[in-house]
């Protein structure tokens, strides 16, 4: 309990400095993506160190885990939002804002491939894939919780 609630404190104060910190930068993909052009309405694939730094730099950043697994662990702060159900929630508007910038990812690669396709296909602009999902996350040393 006392690692949630330090945890917790830790994010609202990344989130609160977010706004005192350095402008928003563009997400930035893999090398061997094109990184030219506009990142808006487009997937962009990024590794566990860029999602820290959208964590600390972007005001607008909603990280959703679409595992089915948040209570087995989680990032920090991220919406459990089952890939069974994202569909349903996209077209019931109740927890996901599209002007919102997003980060999904997932125990698996497959369901976070697939959560990232359907919601660029419903007009999300800024969408972010974790690249190794959580396990990725876990490795680099993110901030992590589980359900009770």
């Not at 609160?16 to 506009?38: E, H, V, W």
């Not at 820290?52 to 990032?75: N, P």
């Not at 125990?107 to 990232?116: C, P, R």
Request: aromatic share 6%; charged share 25%; with cysteine.
């Amino acid at each position: 309990m006392k690692k949630i609630l330090i945890a917790a404190t830790l994010l609202v104060l990344v989130v609160g400095l977010a706004g005192c910190g350095a402008p928003k930068q563009p997400a930035t993909t893999d090398p061997g993506l094109d990184t030219s052009g506009d990142t808006n309405g487009t997937i962009v694939e990024v590794d566990a160190k860029k999602v820290e730094e959208l964590f600390q730099t972007d005001r607008d950043l909603v990280i959703i885990d679409v595992s089915g697994k948040w209570a087995e662990g989680h990032i920090v702060g991220a919406l459990d939002t089952p890939l069974d159900k994202l569909q349903d929630i996209i077209n019931g508007n109740s927890m996901l804002d599209a002007s919102k910038h997003f980060v999904v990812y997932s125990h698996d690669e497959e369901s976070s491939k697939k959560a990232a396709d359907m919601m660029l296909a419903s007009f999300f602009t800024v969408i972010n894939r974790l690249v190794g999902g959580y396990d990725a996350w876990v490795a680099y040393g993110g901030y992590t919780e589980k359900q009770p």
